[in-house]
């Protein structure tokens, strides 16, 4: 089996910021999720909006579907379905994670399916 590799990263969060910590642990705890998951899909997000990319025009001009990433997997897919969850978080997810969500049954974190 091959091991996936992982870079640790330290930062630091000025005293006035330290409650975004742990607003996000918790979020973290009661998505059963690590708090390593939560920022990184945060710095994806982040990214998504504020990258500069490419100035060219995006290929959704053209006709093509948008590329969209997965708050749980972080994997990117061209039809994710728009979610919100019990702690008030809309977020996308793929088809497999919805699923995986959905088949926890009474520990399902998914308040409703958004349009
Ligand atoms: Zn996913």
Known sequence: MRRSLSRICSFSIHEDKVTILDRLQKLADQEKESLSHMIVVSIEEYLKKHE???PQKPLVVFGAKPILTCWKCGGRFAHVIHVEFISGLSAYLCPTCLEKEKAKGPYC??????K
């Open 109 to 114: 974190t998914i308040k409703k399916v958004l």
């Open 52 to 54: 500069p990319g490419n």
